[in-house]
């Protein structure tokens, strides 16, 4: 299921065969939360752009159009036309973003609709079921997403929460792939490891979900608050006591150097709406560092994004033009500045992969990080 092909130092390249196609790591998952990537960008983009892995979100999905429709419809790979592998989350952050319309409870969750009110109640069964209907390739277990600033009683109470609604999952998703009517009965579930900024609560953790021998496992609770330097100090303590012979994945994270820096720990799987929502704002990234395309620097500026880059984008098209269609507010450009971003990510998980197989990744990781931050790391 996954093989360990090489490390380099702690960095990990690795390759994840599943049921819709295999994954080489490290991966960055491009976030489809609605399954589809916010920007007009359709599956035939993220074929073309070298997209791996598409994550499309369970709490979104089941309030709208409902995970029962899609089921109907053949699951989330026929409903959006993509045949490679996606990553459902499991809703528990928007549940528990959702701060003012929520109530916790040892069975799960009651909440409010943020679409229309309704009340709706999601526990680990509840969440387990949502994501065999969506069908995903991955599906995550049901947790809590405390505050990573909560004081150390209320994170050592969430966290044997977590490890108690876990078990729970496990056991519903076993009994879901069973099923003769479950459309992947071969989903997999990666468990998620909680404790905020406390290292030893983390540590305990890991040890007690690893021994569930789980498909893979997630760290969670970070880039929500805390400093880089925090998170950083966290995957230091946590990851070595996560398996690595099984995916590694940091949830939510990051910039350009947040994945550069994570992955030298031993992280090899990656989200961030960063590259999407940036775009979508006329911010693109390059090996120059990151360009603000609203700038009037840019108005008569006939070079692409960035001169060499393979992207559709920059194949075709010049920062005038895209600026122009930003400041007119044309669709488009929101389109061509996400399309280049995912296509800039995707591609530096290319350069990853090489480097840790050539046993260069401390050389390119340093080279990187002074071009991705605009020589300002």
Same mark, same amino acid.
């Given at each position: 299921m996954y093989e360990l092909i090489k490390r380099d130092g702690l960095a990990k390249r690795g390759r994840l065969s599943?049921?819709?196609g295999v994954v080489e790591t490290p991966v960055f998952m491009n976030v489809g939360t609605a399954a589809a990537i916010k920007g007009a960008v359709s599956t035939e983009d993220l074929q073309e752009i070298g997209t791996q892995v598409e994550l499309s979100n369970t709490y979104h999905l089941h309030v709208r159009p409902g995970d029962q429709i899609v089921k109907k419809l053949g699951g989330l790979h026929k409903f959006m036309v993509w045949d490679k592998p996606i990553l459902t989350d499991s809703g528990g952050?928007?549940?528990?973003?959702?701060?003012?319309?929520? @109530?916790? @409870?040892?069975?799960?969750?009651?909440?409010? =609709?943020?679409?229309?009110?309704? @009340? $709706?109640?999601?526990?680990?069964?509840? =969440?387990?079921?949502?994501?065999?209907?969506?069908? #995903?390739? $991955?599906?995550? +277990?049901?947790?809590?997403?405390? #505050?990573?600033?909560a004081d150390r009683a209320?994170?050592?109470? #969430?966290?044997?929460?977590?490890? /108690?609604?876990? @078990?729970?999952?496990?056991?519903?998703?076993? /009994?879901? &792939? #069973?099923?003769?009517?479950? $459309? &992947?009965?071969?989903?997999?579930?990666?468990?998620?490891?909680?404790?905020?900024?406390?290292?030893? $609560?983390?540590?305990?953790?890991?040890k007690e979900i690893v021994a569930l021998g789980l498909d893979g496992y997630a760290i969670g609770g970070l880039a929500v608050g805390e400093t880089h330097e925090e998170m950083y100090r966290i995957l230091d303590a946590a990851v070595p006591f996560l398996p690595v012979d099984k995916p590694t994945y940091l949830m939510g994270v990051g910039t350009p150097a947040n994945i550069l820096e994570a992955v030298?720990?031993?992280?090899?799987?990656?989200?961030?709406?960063?590259? =999407?929502?940036n775009g979508r704002h006329g911010h693109v990234y390059t090996n120059g560092g990151k360009l603000n395309l609203f700038n009037a620097q840019y108005e008569l500026d006939s070079r692409p994004i960035e001169e060499g880059c393979g992207c559709p984008v920059c194949r075709t098209y010049s920062r005038a033009y895209i600026r122009h269609l930003l400041k007119a507010k044309e669709m488009l450009?929101?389109?061509?500045?996400?399309?280049?971003?995912?296509?800039?990510? &995707?591609?530096?998980?290319?350069?990853?992969?090489? +480097?840790?197989?050539?046993?260069r990744y401390k050389e390119y990781k340093a080279d990187k990080l002074l071009k991705v931050t605009g020589g300002k790391y």
């Open positions: 599943t049921v819709h952050f928007q549940v528990f973003s959702l701060a003012g319309l929520r @109530k916790i @409870k040892e069975e799960g969750v009651y909440f409010q =609709s943020h679409i229309d009110g309704r @009340k $709706i109640f999601m526990g680990p069964e509840e =969440s387990m079921q949502i994501q065999s209907n969506l069908a #995903s390739t $991955i599906a995550m +277990a049901f947790d809590e997403c405390p #505050s990573s600033v209320y994170m050592e109470r #969430s966290v044997a929460r977590t490890t /108690r609604w876990l @078990k729970r999952c496990a056991a519903e998703m076993e /009994r879901l &792939n #069973s099923l003769p009517e479950t $459309i &992947n009965q071969k989903q997999l579930l990666f468990g998620i490891n909680q404790g905020g900024v406390y290292e030893d $609560i983390r540590i305990q953790h890991a030298d720990r031993g992280v090899d799987f990656f989200d961030c709406v960063y590259p =999407s929502r450009g929101m389109r061509l500045c996400v399309l280049h971003n995912l296509y800039f990510y &995707n591609t530096m998980m290319t350069e990853i992969r090489a +480097a840790i197989e050539e046993g």
